[in-house]
């Protein structure tokens, strides 16, 4: 038996931290996550993507606003793996309130790294990326030689995220690497993303609990994948000789719309009476088209998804029906 290795997430409480608790506690990890206070004093509503393994975990508050917090923690766990999944993610959002967005995203990645540096240079650094980044696509298939062109605060914050996660393993030799994911949905996606917006409403319709389900632009065509399949890329780049960034996704496109119609045709319901248009929906700049090229991951990491599409969809689906009945 080799020794335990320390895992710690932020961002635990995420649909990522989450499916990736699951998948560390397997390896046998010693799994430690960075919560706020606030998730501590209201557990069924901030914990329950982790309900289930709360015995197995150990969770300590902090905030990725603080630095002395987070150094606290770093010093104390000097964990093996970092894995920085914790930000403000919700795109929309994130048109609304730009300062916090870019103050929590930018100033949690930099201190971290500075903790790092400082007091746990062994600790390998995971950051989540996202192909919010690519935002108004240069080429047709990203890549991770594609030029970045976000369009939105949170793209913004990822790609500042990302150069500072470059700079640290450039200048102090950290082992600190990038993962650009594309679009990862899941049962447990938040109900303000669209895909879970998409399989809750057509569960509550179906269940005669909703009339309608209301969208913005239904074109927008998205790479999306199962977050369950994601979180063993973060662990594969981590277990790497030597840091490097990675794009993953599934390399296949779908539209807002055939993620609905799809959803909608899995219990029996033609999608064009439901859909209504709303236009306060729609993004001040969208990002029209996003597709991986994961090549380097299928190489390097010797990782491809294992979820396609239609699974995904009717996975969200069937979950929602037994969680509205």
């Known amino acids: ?164 996660t470059r700079n640290y393993r450039e200048a102090y030799k950290i082992f600190a690497c990038t993962g650009i994911l594309f679009n990862h949905e899941s049962p447990r996606r938040g109900f303000e993303f669209v895909t879970r917006k998409i399989s809750s409403s057509v569960a509550k319709i179906k269940l005669g609990k909703q009339k309608t389900l209301q969208l913005g632009n239904i074109y927008a065509k998205r790479d999306w994948g199962h977050a369950k399949d994601y979180v063993e890329a973060m662990w594969l780049m981590l277990q790497q000789k030597k840091p490097e960034d990675f794009v993953i996704g599934t390399g296949k496109m779908h539209s807002v719309k055939d993620f609905a119609k799809l959803a909608f045709s899995i219990v029996g319901l033609n999608y064009k009476k439901y859909i209504r248009f709303n236009k306060n929906l729609l993004r001040p700049s969208e990002v029209d088209t996003l597709k991986a090229n994961y090549n380097k991951a299928k190489k390097n990491l010797k990782w491809k998804p294992k979820t396609n599409f239609t699974q995904l969809v009717k996975e969200m689906v069937k979950e929602d029906l037994n969680f509205f009945k």
């Not at 903790?115 to 690519?134: C, H, L, T, V």
């Open 1 to 164: 038996m080799g020794k335990i290795k320390k895992a710690l997430i932020t961002g635990i409480t995420g649909q990522d931290g989450s499916y990736l608790s699951e998948f560390l506690l397997k390896k046998n990890y010693q799994v430690y996550g960075l919560v706020r206070r606030v998730a501590l004093e209201d557990e069924s509503h901030r914990l329950w993507r982790i309900k289930h393994i709360l015995k197995k975990i150990k969770l300590n508050s902090a905030s990725l606003e603080s630095y002395a917090s987070i150094v606290k923690i770093i010093q104390k766990i000097k964990p093996d793996e970092i894995y920085h999944l914790g930000a403000q993610s919700y795109v929309a959002y994130s048109f609304e309130d730009e300062f916090s967005t870019l103050n929590t995203n930018i100033n949690g990645t930099h201190y971290i790294l500075s903790a790092i540096k400082d007091f746990s240079p062994k600790s390998k650094f995971y950051f989540a990326g996202s192909s919010e980044m690519f935002g108004k696509v240069q080429k047709n298939k990203q890549d991770e030689k594609t030029r970045f062109y976000p369009r939105s605060a949170y793209g913004i914050s990822k790609v500042a995220g990302f150069e500072l």
